[in-house]
């Protein structure tokens, strides 16, 4: 999985929040299962503020855009990305752990 935590120096009102990610089975790289952020305004007590399951198709970059609900302005934002996981039997890299490739997290 992969875990970021950004820190906007101040409190701030957040809308949405957006990256993309390389799907190319071929080469064992997998789309996420789940992307969910966390908003904090104290950096030590995150709740939920939004979630998105990316939508998978022939296309090798999975773009994720979806709006955040945060009812006050916060300082921290928490970016959890889980993996895919186990590559399924008959498919290129059966059984292995599949790469996760990230581009830029976009918050607005």
Do not use: C, M
């Not at 966390?38 to 773009?63: L, Q």
């Not at 008959?90 to 918050?107: H, I, K, R, S």
């Amino acid at each position: 999985d992969a875990e970021a935590i950004i820190d906007f120096g101040n409190k701030l009102s957040v809308s949405s929040f957006a990256t993309s990610f390389f799907h190319a089975p071929g080469q064992w790289i997998r789309a996420p299962k789940e992307v969910i952020i966390y908003g904090s305004e104290d950096g030590i007590k995150y709740n939920e503020i939004g979630k998105a399951i990316p939508e998978v198709g022939n296309e090798k970059i999975v773009r994720v855009d979806f709006s955040l609900k945060s009812s006050k302005p916060i300082q921290y934002i928490k970016v959890l990305i889980k993996r895919f996981g186990i590559i399924p039997t008959g498919e290129q890299g059966e059984g292995n752990e599949a790469w996760l490739f990230v581009d830029e997290l976009e918050v607005k």
